[in-house]
T-cell receptor, first 115, second 116 residues
Framework: GAVVSQHPSWVICKSGTSVKIECRSLDFQATTMFWYRQFPKQSLMLMATSNEGSKATYEQGVEKDKFLINHASLTLSTLTVTSAHPEDSSFYIC???????????FGSGTRLTVV | DQQVKQNSPSLSVQEGRISILNCDYTNSMFDYFLWYKKYPAEGPTFLISISSIKDKNEDGRFTVFLNKSAKHLSLHIVPSQPGDSAVYFCAASARNYGGSQGNLIFGKGTKLSVKP
């Protein structure tokens, strides 16, 4: 149980275009989902907390206009990287949990490469 | 300021021996700790967790120890197997004001290599 599905697993896009990443909780409802980013050889850094039916909470230094988060239902959150640039190339991972004691389940991640 | 620290970027262990991965934290509000295993280009896989009301939690070959006074936790893997070779992340969270779960704060990870 507690499966989180993330798509796509990898994407290559041109500079200036936008990319949407989906995160779905398959067998539980998630009022909160978390979006992380990982640079090579670095830790997972929290970008934002996605709240169903309300605005996302962004961490300091994360541009909310560049990384648009939508959590329209209890099972789906999307992260859209707008006007992507090469420096946005990274590994993006979402996470959710049905219950705190269960632990947080992660999606398989999305490798974004902007050329 | 890094709230969760894994000071050893890498660890090499012989198969069959014990692997000990360490993690320190600074935020006394953290009350839930987790260990994740991560392979390249994949999402982290949950391994084991521990609540601050405990000082030990065991699951098969994996045991996590928590020393609250020292703000230190460790993951013991015994016996270590080559398939355990991966990056291990320590993570912590605190409850939000309303009692809901907070986000995870991760350490930078420790790359474990288990040699046959």
């Amino acid at each position: 149980g507690a499966v989180v599905s993330q798509h796509p697993s990898w994407v290559i896009c041109k500079s200036g275009t936008s990319v949407k990443i989906e995160c779905r909780s398959l067998d539980f409802q998630a009022t909160t989902m978390f979006w992380y980013r990982q640079f090579p050889k670095q830790s997972l850094m929290l970008m934002a907390t996605s709240n169903e039916g309300s605005k996302a909470t962004y961490e300091q230094g994360v541009e909310k206009d560049k990384f648009l988060i939508n959590h329209a239902s209890l099972t789906l959150s999307t992260l859209t990287v707008t006007s992507a640039h090469p420096e946005d190339s990274s590994f993006y991972i979402c996470s959710a949990s049905p219950d705190r004691t269960y632990g947080y389940t992660f999606g398989s991640g999305t490798r974004l490469t902007v050329v | 300021d890094q709230q969760v620290k894994q000071n050893s970027p890498s660890l090499s262990v012989q198969e069959g021996r014990i692997s000990i991965l360490n993690c320190d934290y600074t935020n006394s509000m953290f009350d839930y700790f987790l260990w994740y295993k991560k392979y390249p280009a994949e999402g982290p896989t949950f391994l084991i967790s521990i609540s601050s009301i405990k000082d030990k939690n065991e699951d098969g070959r994996f045991t996590v120890f928590l020393n609250k006074s020292a703000k230190h936790l460790s993951l013991h893997i015994v016996p270590s197997q080559p398939g355990d070779s991966a990056v291990y992340f320590c993570a912590a969270s605190a409850r939000n004001y309303g009692g809901s779960q907070g986000n995870l704060i991760f350490g930078k990870g420790t790359k474990l290599s288990v040699k046959p």
